[in-house]
Each structure stands twice: as C-alpha cells, then as structure tokens.
C-alpha cells in the first residue's frame, strides 16, 4: 500500500517571500500521479499542481512549483510571492496510474501561515 | 459551469441513526469517489462509483454504502452511526476512472455524531 507523509504540521511565510513544503511517499510502483491540493476554511479542496512520474521535468503553475525527486521518493512543493490567499492546508496526495486502483491517498497536510 | 455539488452542508445525528449524504458531480463527469475527512486529518477514500457500479472500496466497513443514479449523482449511505463517524465527508467527481483525469471536489457535508 502507498503512503504519504507530510512531516510539517504547520509553517509560516511573510507575505511576498517564498516557501516549500515538504512530502515524501512511498510506494512500488513506477508509474503513479503526484498532486498538491489547497483547503482553504471554505473546506473545497483545490487543486494546485499536478506531476506525472514518467516525467522528469518538474511541474509549474504560476507562482507554484514543485521539486520532484523520484528516486528519493520526495515531492516538494515551492510558493514563490506568498499571498495573503495562499494561507490554507495544503495536502499532497499520490495516485497509481493503474485505473482499477485510482483513489487519491492524502498526507496528514500542512497548515500555512501568511504574515503580513 | 456548475461544480461538484453536496447537500446537505451540516448534518447533526445521533448514535444508531443512519444517514444519507448527496452528491451531483461536475457537468461532463461520470465517475464519483467519496473520501472521509476527519478532524486534523487528510481525507481516506472510501469508495468509488463509475457506471452505476461500486469499482473501488478503501479499508471502510459494510455501514458504509453507496449508489450511483443514471444521471451519475451519488449517495452515501451510513448505517448505525458511531461517534467516531463525525468527520467532513467529500465528493469528488472526473471524467472516466483514468488516473490522468484530475478530481474536482466539493465543498463537503459536515457530519456530528452526538
């Protein structure tokens, strides 16, 4: 079974400044998805970015990027020009490429923090 | 473009009652998955419909059971509740059961156990 680990309950960035959050998985398989989702208080999960294994090339969106280490078995994901809205959980989750088995598992999040 | 919509937002039962918790999925989706959140927690799947099928079933007892109309709405169906039911319930809907299909969540039912 694949499991997700987020070892940052909680972190804090000033507004304007750029900050990472940490998520290691593991799992046996080779080809799997990897994706970063926002729950603001609203509780909507957002997502934010997304990562294909098969793809060495690290994601982009905006301000958000990721730091994908496969071998490491390690997801980071990078806010550059932190906002105020940016201030939510954020969870990282992991997805096998095998359709009969394509469930999200969740970390246990993180909690930002955006100061002014 | 409506999104994923649940009902109802809030639910308060009490132990041993059952409950049933609604789910329209986003227009143009035809697969619902539905996760349980709890407190402090991230979200475990539960299970997945697709065809009016049950496909995918996470490590959840029987008391939990679900539906899928024609229409590809969804229900959840919870059978004497426990206190440690209470949690965020989440639907989320794609389009087909490929992995490459991202899921677009709802905004949850909130669910108390007294």
């Known amino acids: 079974a694949q499991t997700v680990t987020q070892s940052q309950p909680e972190m804090s960035v000033q507004e304007a400044e750029t900050v990472t959050l940490s998520c290691t998985y593991d799992?046996?398989?080779?080809?799997?998805?990897l994706f970063w989702y926002k729950q603001p208080p609203s509780r909507q999960m957002i997502l934010v970015i997304r990562q294909e294994a098969y793809k060495q090339q690290n994601a982009t969106e905006n301000r958000f990027s990721v730091n994908f280490q496969k071998a490491a078995k390690s997801f980071s994901l990078k806010i550059s020009d932190s906002q105020l809205g940016d201030a939510a959980m954020y969870f990282c989750?992991?997805?096998?490429?095998?359709?009969?088995?394509?469930?999200?598992?969740f970390g246990t999040g993180t909690r930002l923090q955006v100061t002014l | 473009d409506a999104g994923v919509t649940q009902s109802p937002t809030h639910l308060i039962k009490t132990r041993g009652q059952q409950v049933t918790l609604r789910c329209s999925p986003k227009?143009?989706?035809?697969?619902v998955s539905w996760y349980q959140q709890a407190l402090g927690q991230g979200p475990q799947f539960i299970f997945q419909?697709?065809?009016?099928?049950?496909?995918q079933r996470g490590n959840f007892p029987d008391r939990f059971s679900g539906h899928q109309f024609p229409n590809y709405s969804s229900e959840l169906n919870v059978n004497a509740l426990l206190l440690g039911d209470s949690a965020l319930y989440l639907c989320?809907?794609?389009?087909?059961?490929?992995?490459?299909?991202?899921?677009?969540f709802g905004d949850g039912t909130r669910l108390s156990i007294l």
């Open positions: 989750a992991y997805r096998s490429a095998d359709f009969t088995a394509s469930k999200l598992t």
């Open positions: 799992t046996s398989e080779s080809d799997y998805y």
């Open positions: 419909y697709y065809e009016e099928e049950e496909r």
């Open positions: 227009s143009g989706h035809d697969t």
């Open positions: 989320a809907s794609s389009l087909g059961q490929l992995s490459n299909q991202p899921q677009h």
